[in-house]
């Protein structure tokens, strides 16, 4: 810029003195030497800052704005601290909550891969790829998270579902994907349902007699005398909640809740009154809020079964230009996670649980907790493996610091962490809800861990059952 600002009073320069040099000729002027400063220097000068004024206002009106900007980012972050510092303090002499679930199955999904692919994608540090397909204000190709798969199957959505917007079908798509990825598990939950309601709940078990697509299938005479005699744990419903972006609280169609309902009667032959389908929005503000209580409710229920998706995309044109006008360098990204959860108490036949999963709240010193919990921890500790999935923004400078504050005096190192944050687009809202499911596709072998320094005494840990199993042995 200083090369076109000089270069302009050069041109100006040389104009205005030929044309002050041919008009005194013409008028036979005698200058003196004010006047050959007034017009081959200052004029130049004025004239240059004038074609420019409306630049340079434009500048200063962008640094004031920046100014203020930082300074009212630096007392919200200095605020946060203080927040945060007043809750330790006061959550000091808090003993820990502790909240605890058995996991049935999970999944992943990411342009990386699918679980523990995406995992070691983001180890060997994979780049973003060039999008063909979404471009920039100029035109130009950008970098994005697509997940390719799903390009194969929207043909035939678009062909049916022209009224929603091409970010609307894709996380329908993710919402289907993630749902084939707990039939095994949704097989096993459905049978022990009907065979529940047979012995428990007679309205629901006349429900499956009299079900119009089953009736002399599954509930003829012979097998429904050896199902009815079956005792079994009640299993009363089925939760399906589908965590979605608050971008999409208006955008989402109203259609949707009954759709699943109707497929998951149809493909797993369970009578509506036992499915239950919840939408949840949710963005960077509230997840926390949102996901432990959804987990306090899971704890609660148990007679029910849940199962949690979570799923964000922005592959679309139309929204892309929307965030372009606010970065240039926005960075769009897809993805989708999913658990199946139930009580410790619940018991469902033939699915076997493949890990503990506890949230904790005010905990002082994770590394001493964990030490009860499992003799072995002591031995991950000393081994280089990754084994914590950190969820914050690794490229604010205080996030390193806090990290090594919180962490450092439980003896977990630097080496131990994993960042996932700069490999999940440019929404921030929600990055931490993938981050806490995502962890459960790292190394099942040990206790792993999914932490944020936005919420430095709560920590989400999955331990495998062996090592629960081994601790009960122990204990007796």
Same mark, same amino acid.
């Given at each position: 810029?200083?090369?076109?600002?000089?270069?302009?009073?050069l041109?100006?320069?040389?104009?205005?003195?030929?044309?002050?040099?041919?008009?005194?000729?013409?008028?036979?002027?005698?200058?003196?030497?004010?006047?050959?400063?007034?017009?081959?220097i200052?004029?130049?000068?004025?004239?240059?800052?004038?074609?420019?004024?409306?630049?340079?206002?434009?500048?200063?009106?962008?640094?004031?704005?920046?100014?203020?900007?930082?300074k009212?980012?630096?007392?919200?972050?200095?605020?946060?601290?203080?927040?945060?510092?007043?809750?330790?303090e006061?959550?000091?002499?808090?003993?820990?909550?502790?909240?605890?679930?058995?996991?049935?199955?999970?999944?992943?999904?990411?342009?990386?891969?699918?679980?523990?692919?995406?995992?070691?994608?983001?180890?060997?540090?994979?780049?973003?790829?060039?999008?063909?397909?979404?471009?920039n204000?100029?035109?130009?190709?950008?970098?994005?998270?697509?997940?390719?798969?799903?390009?194969? &199957? @929207? *043909?035939? /959505?678009?062909?049916?579902?022209?009224?929603?917007?091409?970010?609307?079908?894709? +996380?329908?798509? %993710?919402? #289907?994907?993630?749902?084939?990825?707990?039939?095994?598990?949704?097989?096993?939950?459905?049978?022990h349902?009907?065979?529940?309601?047979?012995?428990?709940?007679?309205?629901?078990?006349?429900?499956?007699?009299?079900?119009?697509?089953?009736?002399?299938?599954?509930?003829d005479?012979?097998?429904?005398?050896?199902?009815?005699?079956?005792?079994?744990?009640?299993?009363?419903?089925?939760?399906?909640h589908? &965590? @979605? *972006?608050? /971008?999409?609280?208006?955008?989402?169609?109203?259609?949707?809740?009954?759709q699943? +309902?109707?497929? %998951?009667? #149809?493909?797993?032959?369970?009578?509506?009154?036992?499915?239950?389908?919840?939408?949840?929005?949710?963005?960077?503000?509230?997840?926390?809020?949102?996901?432990?209580?959804?987990?306090?409710?899971?704890?609660?229920?148990?007679e029910?079964?849940?199962?949690?998706?979570?799923?964000?995309?922005?592959?679309?044109?139309?929204?892309?230009?929307?965030?372009?006008?606010?970065?240039?360098?926005?960075?769009?990204?897809?993805?989708?996670?999913?658990?199946?959860?139930?009580?410790p108490?619940?018991?469902?036949?033939?699915?076997i649980?493949?890990?503990?999963?506890?949230?904790?709240?005010?905990?002082?010193?994770?590394?001493?907790?964990?030490?009860?919990?499992?003799?072995?921890?002591?031995?991950?500790?000393?081994?280089?493996?990754?084994?914590?999935?950190?969820?914050?923004?690794?490229?604010?400078?205080?996030?390193?610091?806090?990290?090594?504050?919180?962490?450092?005096?439980s003896?977990?190192?630097?080496?131990?962490?994993?960042?996932?944050?700069?490999?999940?687009?440019g929404?921030?809202?929600?990055?931490?809800?993938?981050?806490?499911?995502?962890?459960?596709?790292?190394?099942?072998?040990?206790?792993?861990?999914?932490?944020?320094?936005?919420?430095?005494?709560?920590?989400?840990?999955?331990?495998?059952?062996?090592?629960?199993?081994?601790?009960?042995?122990?204990?007796?």
């Amino acid at each position: 810029m200083i090369k076109v600002l000089i270069s302009t009073i050069l041109a100006l320069f040389l104009i205005i003195s030929g044309l002050v040099v041919y008009y005194w000729r013409d008028v036979q002027y005698d200058p003196t030497g004010m006047d050959m400063l007034q017009f081959f220097i200052l004029l130049p000068l004025c004239v240059a800052l004038l074609l420019y004024s409306p630049w340079l206002i434009y500048k200063s009106i962008k640094a004031y704005q920046a100014r203020k900007a930082q300074k009212l980012e630096a007392a919200e972050s200095e605020e946060k601290r203080q927040q945060q510092q007043r809750e330790l303090e006061k959550n000091k002499d808090k003993p820990i909550e502790e909240l605890t679930l058995k996991v049935y199955s999970s999944a992943a999904i990411h342009s990386f891969g699918e679980n523990q692919h995406i995992i070691e994608a983001m180890q060997a540090f994979k780049s973003p790829e060039l999008d063909e397909s979404l471009v920039n204000h100029y035109g130009l190709p950008i970098l994005s998270y697509r997940i390719r798969s799903l390009d194969e &199957l @929207l *043909p035939d /959505t678009e062909e049916n579902d022209t009224l929603h917007s091409m970010r609307v079908q894709r +996380i329908n798509l %993710l919402i #289907q994907q993630q749902m084939e990825q707990h039939s095994e598990s949704l097989y096993h939950i459905a049978t022990h349902l009907r065979k529940s309601a047979l012995f428990y709940d007679a309205e629901t078990a006349y429900e499956y007699r009299m079900h119009p697509d089953w009736n002399n299938e599954q509930f003829d005479k012979e097998s429904e005398e050896e199902t009815a005699v079956e005792q079994v744990s009640r299993l009363n419903k089925l939760n399906l909640h589908i &965590l @979605l *972006p608050a /971008t999409l609280i208006h955008l989402w169609p109203d259609a949707a809740q009954q759709q699943l +309902i109707e497929q %998951l009667e #149809q493909q797993y032959e369970i009578v509506q009154s036992q499915i239950h389908i919840e939408f949840h929005y949710v963005d960077h503000s509230n997840i926390y809020s949102v996901w432990l209580n959804l987990l306090n409710d899971i704890e609660q229920q148990g007679e029910q079964v849940s199962l949690i998706i979570a799923v964000q995309s922005e592959i679309d044109q139309e929204w892309l230009d929307e965030q372009l006008w606010q970065s240039e360098q926005y960075l769009p990204g897809e993805y989708a996670a999913s658990v199946c959860l139930a009580s410790p108490e619940l018991i469902i036949k033939d699915l076997i649980e493949n890990r503990k999963f506890k949230a904790l709240k005010y905990v002082k010193n994770i590394s001493e907790y964990l030490h009860k919990q499992s003799p072995n921890f002591a031995d991950q500790l000393q081994q280089e493996a990754t084994f914590i999935l950190l969820l914050d923004d690794p490229l604010q400078i205080s996030t390193a610091k806090k990290v090594q504050q919180y962490l450092g005096m439980s003896g977990i190192d630097l080496h131990h962490g994993l960042y996932c944050y700069s490999y999940l687009g440019g929404a921030a809202g929600m990055k931490a809800l993938f981050g806490i499911l995502l962890c459960m596709q790292m190394n099942e072998d040990v206790i792993t861990l999914a932490y944020s320094v936005q919420h430095p005494q709560t920590f989400f840990a999955y331990e495998p059952v062996i090592m629960t199993e081994q601790l009960e042995q122990n204990a007796a």
